[in-house]
């Protein structure tokens, strides 16, 4: 079973941008896909965006689309989540997962605090 840790949150001013990576430990298949959630205080988790392997298929939730980027590098195993025209009610937990459609697959890691300041 894929491993995944994530990293490169921090804080950032509002309309400033960061980059998260999920680096996975094992085997990866094409047809997997990954997802980023994000839990903000207070509120459930939710998704924001995954992407397969492959890079055939990406989906966005609406208050990622038309900010966030996702993409990967197979080479190194790594999913990226490129965060541009960051909002303080981005602030959040951001967390990657296996998913099959927008659920996630295993359990949770610690996650990468993303802090956005107005």
């Known amino acids: 079973q894929v491993q995944l840790v994530e990293s490169g949150g921090g804080l950032v001013q509002a309309g400033g941008s960061l980059r998260l990576s999920c680096a996975a430990s094992?085997?990866?298949?094409?047809?997997?896909?990954v997802g980023w959630f994000r839990q903000a205080p207070g509120k459930e988790r939710e998704f924001v965006a995954k992407?397969?392997?492959?890079?055939?298929?990406?989906y966005y939730a609406a208050p990622a689309a038309g900010r966030f980027t996702i993409s990967r590098d197979n080479a190194k195993k790594t999913m990226y989540l490129q965060m541009n025209s960051l909002k303080p009610e981005d602030t959040a937990v951001y967390f990657c997962?296996?998913?099959?459609?927008?659920?996630?697959?295993?359990?949770w890691g610690q996650g990468t605090q993303v802090t956005v300041s107005s």
């Open positions: 094992g085997r990866t298949f094409n047809n997997d896909a």
């Open positions: 997962n296996a998913v099959r459609g927008i659920t996630a697959l295993g359990s």
């Open positions: 992407m397969t392997w492959s890079g055939g298929i990406t």
